[in-house]
């Protein structure tokens, strides 16, 4: 490591500068970049709108309106949408019970931890985890079964499954990502509407209120983005067929029976860059608002 | 939290009745969530002790026969050389960039930003269909070989290195201190080496154990670039034998757990909360 000084810009930081020459330092990373991560969006974004020979085509993107492919994103955008509302609501209503104890408290401190390793935890083994739960064979279905209660353990498997599973990542990501909005809410500002006469309901609705919803909608979208993403967690659930774009993505990789499929895999691909991106756009927008009113108060 | 109190009441009186509807309402959804949280891990135990057949003894066997699996130990030994690789790579690669990009062309710093977050907008999934062609030819170039997966791995854990490499870098004066050791005489590896490294340890570290923990539970890449990693190989094992599987997953668990507990405190040493306002889309 203690090469010698004729090294990348072995030369005095100060006098001579030839400023011409210093981005070179930054091209292992642009060029690492380039090939690894825009290279490959770059061939989705392209070859969308290509046929296997290389001749233009929008062929990719009409077989989107087939009814199967249509059908998947329907249940993806669903799916995206319930679990980030219900994520959204409850990790707000989680992170808001948090942020009420005490700053420096146990209870603070762990939520905080857990939602970090929790928000992380999607894929194979949270799979194995509901299944080991509510699947037909789970701790859960056997108690309820005991109760007289019996659910068959089928329902995991569905879109309604995935949506109850993916609130296991989606609540501590919302407990992240919001907590910083509800710590900016400064005590001072309910003392003024108290002592103004206005009552906890006027606090919430005309205070409080107004000045969460930007970094909730911001959280919600991130949320939303999060779950349209997700693969893993629903390909080890579900192991056949395409009830979600990710799905059918990899049914048309994998599949070697149908020639051609490879740009049906990449105008889906394409499809789901478009969505993720427009959503966290607006993410983006909304987070400049938030910025507003909210920081410099997140301590 | 959106009942009314009605205004004719006592301010003292109210508050109280205030902190008394708080406090439930802590319980209550604290209670809720800690049981949805806490059942799926509790089960997994449970999983992964059942005995074979109705009313057999509880069991470690699953746990027992987990070394026994050669197809799970040389998984397990792939992804954590995997693991080291990307987080090792992902920091040489980062570290000299962003020192770099900082101190002689700030006007990159936007750009840097931007291609490092990137990750979190493409989702995986959508990209592995872009990288198949290119992993043909690193596949050409290096053999068939699971440490390819690295190459992309670094780019998956780009967000999390950036922004920890980030905030350590801000919080210390890295322009003095290279400048000081630049004019004594060193070349700019060494001022990286032996002075900026040193004082961002508890950033890179915190990069580092985010990045193993990444690599630990990836599946996505490595599936449809057909790689057998960790999570691929717990998959195939599931529809075999779910108990061994279940004791596996667990195991995992509980290790990533705490290697992501030891991570919240190195980065909570460092005083009140430098918590990324985003997080990862998984």
Redesign the interface.
């Known amino acids: ?10 030369r ?3 006098g001579g500068r030839r400023f011409s020459l ?2 070179l ?2 091209v ?3 060029a ?2 380039s ?10 974004v392209v ?1 969308a709108f290509g046929d296997g020979a290389g001749r233009p085509t929008l062929a990719n993107l009409t077989e989107l309106g087939e009814d199967y492919l249509r059908s998947a994103f329907v249940n993806s955008l669903e799916l995206s949408l319930t679990s980030s509302v219900i994520g959204a609501v ?1 990790g707000a ?2 992170s ?2 948090v942020v ?2 005490r700053p420096d408290g146990l ?1 603070r ?1 762990s939520v ?3 939602c ?11 799979a ?6 509510v699947g037909p ?4 279905t056997a108690l309820l079964a005991d109760a007289g209660w019996k659910t068959g353990g089928a329902w995991l498997f569905t879109l309604d499954g995935l949506t109850v599973v993916y ?3 989606q ?1 501590p ?1 919302m407990v ?2 919001f907590t ?1 909005a509800l710590e900016g809410l400064r005590p001072q500002w309910r003392e003024a509407t ?1 002592s103004l ?1 206005g ?4 606090y ?1 609705r005309h205070v409080a209120g107004p000045i969460l919803l930007p970094p909730f909608l911001g959280s919600l979208l ?1 949320l939303f ?2 779950a ?5 967690t629903a ?2 659930l579900i ?1 056949q067929g395409g009830v979600i774009v ?1 799905l059918q ?2 049914q048309a ?2 599949s070697e029976v149908v020639l051609g499929r ?1 740009n049906v ?2 105008a ?3 499809g ?2 478009v969505v ?2 427009v959503v ?1 756009a607006l993410q983006a927008l909304l ?1 400049r608002r938030t910025s507003r009113w909210l920081r410099g108060s997140t ?1 | 939290m959106s009942a009314a109190s009605s205004p004719a009441s006592s301010p003292a009186s109210s508050r109280a009745r205030r902190r008394r509807r708080l406090t439930a309402f802590r319980v209550v959804v604290l209670a809720v969530v800690g049981v949805f949280f806490l059942l799926p891990l509790a089960a997994l135990v449970e999983f992964s002790t059942r005995g074979v057949g109705i009313g057999a003894p509880r069991t470690l066997a699953p746990w027992r026969e987990l070394g026994g699996r050669p197809e799970l130990v040389t998984a397990l030994q792939a992804s954590l050389e995997l693991a080291a690789v990307t987080a090792v790579g992902a920091l040489v690669l980062m570290v000299p960039t962003l020192v770099w990009v900082r101190l002689r062309v700030p006007r990159l710093a936007r750009v840097v930003e931007f291609l490092c977050l990137l990750p979190l907008t493409v989702p995986p999934v959508a990209m592995v269909v872009g990288l198949a062609p290119i992993y043909l030819w690193v596949t050409y170039l290096t053999g068939d070989r699971i440490q390819n997966l690295a190459w992309v791995y670094v780019v998956a854990a780009l967000p999390f290195v950036y922004r920890s490499l980030d905030t350590g870098l801000a919080a210390i004066d890295l322009r003095t201190l290279v400048e000081a050791a630049r004019s004594l005489g060193a070349s700019w590896p060494t001022a990286i080496w032996r002075v900026v490294v040193p004082n961002i340890t508890t950033a890179m570290l915190n990069a580092g154990l985010l990045t193993v923990s990444l690599v630990l539970g990836e599946f996505t890449f490595a599936e449809l670039l057909t790689y057998d990693n960790l999570q691929v190989v717990l998959l195939q094992l599931g529809l075999a034998d779910p108990g061994v599987t279940v004791a596996a997953t667990a195991g995992l668990l509980f290790f990533v757990f705490l290697l992501l507990l030891a991570l919240s405190y190195v980065s909570g040493r460092r005083g009140p909360r430098a918590r990324p306002r985003r997080e990862g889309v998984s």
């Open positions: 490591m203690t090469t010698t000084d004729e090294q990348l810009g072995g005095p930081t100060r210093s981005w330092g930054s292992p990373f642009l690492y970049v090939i690894f991560l825009v290279l490959p969006t770059g061939i989705v070859e409850i209503l989680l808001y019970a009420t104890g209870l401190r905080t931890s857990l970090g390793v929790f928000a992380q935890f999607g894929g194979v083994m949270l194995f985890a509901f299944i080991a739960t064979e789970g701790l859960l609130l296991y990542f609540i990501l992240l990502v910083p108290e006469g009552t906890t309901w006027d919430w991130l983005a999060n349209f993403s997700a693969f893993a390909a080890a192991s990710p993505i990899r990789l994998t490879e895999a990449k889906l691909a394409l789901m860059i993720v991106a966290m987070q301590r």
